[in-house]
Nanobody, 120 residues
Framework: VQLQASGGGLAQTGGSLRLSCLASGSAPTKYGVGWFRQAPGKEREFVAAISWSDGNTRYEDSVKGRFTISRDNAKNTVYLQMNSLKLEDTAVYYC??????????????WGQGTLVTVSS
């Protein structure tokens, strides 16, 4: 499985960005995709995850109500819509497969990361 994350960039506080994660390769993912982020000097943390089969989602508390994860099964793509961005959302964002659980150790495949920078 190969994962390609895209969509990062610069946004102002209160603004929006949408990240995309394209899954490709010969081995299909079965369970789901998660988004994680890592700020400078900090550990990688869970942001959100979604199940391929039923679309069930889970979110880290600090992004609930601001971020929305969705998927397009036909395109093998998962999206992370980020609204009401805050300075503390600045990080490199990674998509990962193949789980829906909120911890790094459950994911075997990782994308390359895309940088999100929020400025005031």
């Amino acid at each position: 499985v190969q994962l390609q994350a895209s969509g990062g960039g610069l946004a102002q506080t209160g603004g929006s960005l949408r990240l995309s994660c394209l899954a490709s390769g010969s081995a299909p993912t079965k369970y789901g995709v998660g988004w994680f982020r890592q700020a400078p000097g900090k550990e990688r943390e869970f942001v959100a995850a979604i199940s391929w089969s039923d679309g069930n989602t889970r979110y880290e508390d600090s992004v609930k109500g601001r971020f929305t994860i969705s998927r397009d099964n036909a395109k093998n793509t998962v999206y992370l819509q980020m609204n009401s961005l805050k300075l503390e959302d600045t990080a490199v964002y990674y998509c990962a497969a193949d789980s829906v659980l909120p911890a790094v150790l459950f994911y075997d495949y990782w994308g390359q990361g895309t940088l999100v920078t929020v400025s005031s």
